[in-house]
């Protein structure tokens, strides 16, 4: 144990432990993905409540939308509460509460009834995934560490999306949810390796002032608009194949090679990072989101290799637009409170996502889903555009006055 007057350096800590640094990544990246077992192959998931449980298209999108309100509003609550309370009970208990709502959905078919489960299921996944981002964000190399959370996020998704039509054939929906129960209790061993408590590494950006209110609001739109039209599209894009006649493996199939180019999206995104700025790459990778939504609006029985590459190139850009989003956040705000503000402005676009989609008719009425998510996309353009704008302002006005421009456009 220390006591007062020991020093010991970062990178000592580091040398002495590096097993147990190497064990708390690796829990935070398990407890990160399992609040996302559900949500990462969502489109499978409302399939199978279609196909398996004989709900409407409609009705899996509000139990879809239900799971992604809960885990929203968990995200806000530990925006605030995060660096107050002790971790490691918060992780046992979204531990448990994620697994009683997942074991619930074993028991019921009504959408209500599924919809409240599913809702119980995202609080204690919110609170999950809301620590695990915080902790990863506390190592020394964020960048890094992020872009292989991601991976293995996305890399889940790929098989899982892949795999699901053979495990609904062989377990159903009821043997679906017994194994997540499963998987989310064993996740148990894990929280002794997180930190009990929060921690940061703050890095105040000198060169550029807070953002006014405007461009806040700007930032906060705009992402909140992206991830609306990113929640409204994932959710149904099996069901937009199925309509389309495409066929269900080869919808999977799509879905699964899409995870994959996610993962390069993301992985580039941290690799560049801003070394050629971000105005480029935030605003190309949501125009990208936007026009190949409208070129999957377009397919039919015949276009299955469209279908894939518009669903790959959708995927590309949306992970693309999630950590430049982010980074950008924290450059243009040297108080620390976008970040979090951003991350709570995302999951209320996804929670309201499969719930926007389910009144615009789900895919009863593709071509109308279509338009709403491309007229978002470019909404949510405009609105970064607003952003970049007020920052080149505040940067001319900094170099006017003697002070450094940050390389944040």
Known sequence: MMQPGDTVTVETDLRVMPMDRRFSVTAATVLGIVPVLVFIIQPGYVQGLVDLLGL??????????????GYAATVIALSFLSHRLPWWPMLIGFVLVEALGNAACIFGK????????????????????????????????????????????????????????SLFDAVGMRGFHMLVVAVTLASLVFVPFMPKAAGSHL?????????????????IVSIFLFFLGCGILWAYIS??????????????NALSLSQITGVAGALMAGIVGARFGRKLPLGGSILVCAGSTAAIGMVDAHAALLFASMVCLFNFAWNVAQPVYLSAAAALDNEGRLVPQMVASQSCGLAAGPFVGAVLGGER????????VAAL?????????????LAGLMAIRGASEGGAQAAVL
């Open 56 to 69: 409407t298209g409609s009705q899996a999108g509000y139990v879809a939308s239900a799971e992604m309100t």
């Open 110 to 165: 009504d959408p209500w009834f599924l919809a409240t489960a599913r809702f119980v299921a995202g609080l204690g996944a919110g609170g999950l995934s809301s620590l695990a981002f915080t902790a990863i964000g506390m190592t020394r190399n964020p960048d890094r560490e992020f872009g292989f959370f991601i991976m293995w996020i996305l890399g889940y998704g790929a098989v899982g999306l892949f795999g699901l039509p």
């Open 365 to 372: 009425d593709v071509m109308l889903l279509i338009v709403v």
């Open 377 to 389: 996309f470019l909404c949510a353009a405009v609105s970064i555009a607003l952003l970049f704008r």
């Open 239 to 252: 069901l937009i194949g199925d309509v389309r006649n495409l066929g269900k493996q080869a919808v999977a």
């Open 203 to 219: 890095e105040e950006h000198h060169d550029v002032p807070s953002l006014p209110r405007l461009g806040r609001w700007a930032a």
